[in-house]
């Protein structure tokens, strides 16, 4: 049996390392050099690698100021800006962008994804998190951070209505009639009228359906909700366990939930 290895670079635009910057030989302005994030992405490519994930926060990290500065994932570029530049310059890489369902509305999440996806011609991936950073409530006009479970609750039917979005358009639903003057076929575009519980989104969303359909959605929940949430969602899942029977548990959790809601766990891919 060929057995495949899938490879994933990590970066927050380039490292998730705390210290990297001061590694030997490091670029320690690396962070805003784009000519520098390029080069690591093709290199990544000629690597074979599948992925280059972006995390992302929207705040600076809530460590104590002794720790922040000495830590260059204080700063970092805006995730859609710099993939999609990024876009331009591989062919194969995918990007995945982090977008925090609690301090986002859908709207702006499904058209940024859907856009990514046809700038790279279907290479667009959505992690998805429920901000675990309290301080970026702060940044959004709240005092205090949304409870977890609610942060959940909404995650879910946020997942809802941006897969929704992105169904707006029907694959073939652009005529572009040139003859006739008549650009998309009305009857092949869906307009989603959700009203649930914490969300309302009328639709259509005004962006052709992704090339992939949906964009690759990641996602690295550990709690119970978190977990249920990338049984019913995601199509990669990140672990973090620190050891081997920790992440076979995790794994078979997760798994056990997707089965027990009747989707194929073969679909998922849990990264170590
Ligand atoms: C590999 C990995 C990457 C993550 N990246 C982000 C991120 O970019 N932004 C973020 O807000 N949370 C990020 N998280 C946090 C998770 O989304 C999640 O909140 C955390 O694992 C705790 O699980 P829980 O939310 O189920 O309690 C990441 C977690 C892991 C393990």
Do not use: C
């Amino acid at each position: 049996m060929t057995r495949k290895l899938r490879l994933g670079a990590f970066m927050r635009p380039i490292s998730i390392h705390t210290a990297a910057w001061r590694y030997p030989g490091a670029n320690p302005a690396a962070n805003f050099d784009l000519e520098a994030i390029v080069g690591y992405a093709r290199t990544l490519e000629r690597g074979r690698f599948d992925a280059f994930f972006m995390a992302d926060h929207l705040a600076v990290l809530n460590m104590p100021m002794e720790a922040l500065k000495r830590s260059a994932t204080v700063t970092s570029f805006e995730p859609f800006t710099l993939l999609s530049a990024l876009a331009m310059v591989t062919e194969r890489l995918g990007l995945i962008a982090t977008a925090s369902t609690t301090y986002n509305e859908p709207f702006h999440v499904a058209r940024r994804f859907a856009s990514l996806d046809h700038i790279s011609k279907g290479r667009a991936g959505w992690n998805l998190v429920t901000s675990g950073n309290p301080h970026e409530a702060m940044n959004f006009g709240r005092d205090e951070h949304v409870e977890h479970a609610t942060r959940y609750q909404r995650a879910r039917e946020f997942y809802d209505v941006v897969t929704g979005l992105w169904d707006s358009f029907a694959d073939d639903a652009f005529l572009r009639d040139v003859e006739n003057g008549v650009f998309f076929d009305p009857d092949r575009l869906h307009v989603l009228n959700h009203a649930g519980e914490h969300l309302k989104v009328r639709g259509p969303l005004n962006i052709a359906r992704p090339v992939q359909g949906w964009p690759v959605v990641v996602q690295a929940g550990a709690s119970e909700a978190g977990r249920q949430l990338a049984a019913e969602t995601a199509e990669v899942v990140f672990g973090s366990a620190n050891n081997l029977a920790d992440g076979q548990r995790f794994y078979a959790d997760v798994k056990g939930r997707m089965k027990a809601i009747g989707r194929d766990p073969d679909h998922l891919k849990i990264l170590p």
